[in-house]
């Protein structure tokens, strides 16, 4: 149980494009759910935390109008890079928490690579 | 504020050994949850092991284990007979009891088993 899916898994666009993550929960309702970022050998930075209904919270440093993010249902959130440059090239990873059923944690998704050209 | 360390960025251990990844928190909280997270070449995040904060007994999960120490604000994971599959990057994570299941990662440990 507690499975989270990503889509696409990776994704080449030109610079200017805006592109569009899927994180869906299959198996459980995240009231919840993270948004971070990665790059190379380094540590998941928070970028949103979204909850279902409601705005996200965006991290201090994190350009809300840049990085769109909608959660609309209890099972899914979409994380829309508009206008994406060559420097939000990254790794992207979506986790949804849990409530209620199993123990508390966040379940995360296999990721998105980003590559802007 | 919570902050999680991990002080060894790398780490190497012969297959069939046993390694110790060291993890510290600082945090006034008393209810809260601690995880490590291995992160193969994959990049998936998979969870290994969980601990509450108010179970003194440390978690097993087969060959790995913690090293609780709630005065110390000290979380390790020991891997033991280490296998090549468990090379990877591992996190460890805190999460306050009731806020939304928000993580704060550590930085990592890079762990390589040599065959």
């Known amino acids: 149980g507690a499975v989270v899916s990503q889509h696409p898994s990776r994704v080449i666009c030109k610079s200017g494009t805006s592109v569009k993550i899927e994180c869906r929960s299959l198996?459980?309702?995240?009231?919840?759910m993270f948004w971070y970022r990665q790059f190379p050998k380094q540590s998941l930075m928070l970028m949103a935390t979204s909850n279902e209904g409601s705005k996200a919270t965006y991290e201090q440093g994190v350009e809300k109008d840049k990085f769109l993010i909608n959660h609309a249902s209890l099972t899914l959130s979409t994380l829309t890079v508009t206008s994406a440059h060559p420097e939000d090239s990254s790794f992207y990873i979506c986790?949804?928490?849990?409530?209620?059923?199993?123990?508390?944690?966040?379940?995360f998704g296999p990721g998105t690579r980003l590559l802007v050209l | 504020a919570q902050t999680v360390t991990q002080s060894q960025p790398e780490m190497s251990v012969q297959e069939a050994e046993t390694v110790t990844l060291s993890c510290t928190y600082d945090t006034s909280e008393n209810n809260y949850y601690l995880f490590w997270y291995k992160q193969p070449p994959s990049r998936q995040m998979i969870l290994v092991i969980r601990?509450?904060?108010?179970?003194?007994q440390n978690a097993t999960e087969n060959r790995f284990s913690v090293n609780f120490q709630k005065a110390a604000k000290s979380f390790s994971l020991k891997i033991s007979d280490s296998q090549l599959g468990d090379t990877a990057m591992y996190f460890c994570?805190?999460?306050?009891?009731?806020?939304?299941?928000?993580?704060?990662f550590g930085t990592g440990t890079s762990l390589t088993v040599i065959p």
């Open positions: 986790s949804a928490g849990n409530r209620g059923v199993g123990p508390r944690s966040q379940y």
């Open positions: 601990q509450e904060a108010y179970k003194q």
């Open positions: 994570a805190f999460m306050k009891q009731g806020t939304g299941n928000q993580f704060y």
């Open positions: 198996d459980f309702q995240a009231t919840t």
